[in-house]
């Protein structure tokens, strides 16, 4: 399937700080490709070095056939994290504006129809609320009819409602043929949305796949969650693996144990278990995996191997210091 979007071993650094390392990915035609990861994990460093808008120190991109800089405007769509258009100019007259920029442009009405903003046509952008700002900037990436979109955090900012006529417009234009890449810390977004994930952490692509094949590799197992205030050793003889996850994760309450690799069916059996035994508890409940699972997982991997190494760099510097003190 042909590539829309390749990025090879791009780097980037702002003076000791590493934005990108030895990113790569590839994305095809009609594909949408869900960037997720960290605050300064290297997400909008790596959109700007997609779009040219940041020239990388290392590597090689390319989009729609051309290198970043070179490509034809008129096909690419792009919404930046951060965009403040002229405040006194209504959603109606911000999106006209945007097509005049273009000589093939989409019809305003319809864009603003698209977004969701047809009765908040006339009200000045700076009197909109911040969800209907955010879907009026979106609108304006997309006045072009672009064969590739790029959104950095699309929808923050907007209430349910609008996110969900955003996610709506993203689906019906991939099914159209465009191609899309999307930066989002929303699992739930980049789960519907996405046909392949890619987790960027300390600038690398440290996973890409299905969301489903990523749950599978990197989620974990199905777990109940047990809210007690007993200890895992309570469980010593379930036959099943219980612990108390750590809490930073922020996946369970701070008073549960967890029971993992258990089927619904099997639910009943731990009920019994606690009432044989008279656990006390307050609550169950069970889960699958999720993506935010593997967020959590990955995330964490790469943050238990950054500090690894700079500990391990931490300690050859002091036996260098201390041998040229020798």
Known sequence: MEAVVEATNLEKTYGDTVALSRASLSVARGEVFALIGPNG?????????????????????RILGASPGAVDRDRLGV?????????????????AYYAGLYDDARD?????????????GDTWYEDLSGGQQRRACVGSALVNDPDLLFLDEPTTGIDPAGRRTVWRLIEDLADAGTTVV?????????ERLADRVGLLADGSLVAQGTPTDLVQEHGGSSRLTVETEAEPDAFADLAYPVDRPERARGRTPDNAVVVRDIDPAAIGSVVDYLEKREIEYTQLSWAEPDLEDVYLALADATERERTDRLESESGDADLAQAGETA
């Not at 994990?41 to 991109?61: F, I, W, Y």
């Not at 919404?79 to 999106?95: D, I, K, V, W, Y």
């Not at 129809?113 to 908040?120: E, H, I, P």
């Open 41 to 61: 994990a290297g997400k909008t460093t790596l959109v700007r070095a997609l779009t040219g808008t940041t020239e990388p120190d290392g590597g090689s991109a």
């Open 79 to 95: 919404l930046p994290q951060e965009f403040s258009p002229p405040g006194r100019l209504s959603a109606r007259e911000l999106l």
């Open 108 to 120: 305003p009405e319809d864009v603003l129809a698209d977004v969701g903003l047809v009765d908040a």
């Open 182 to 190: 999307l930066t989002t810390h929303d699992m739930a977004e980049a």
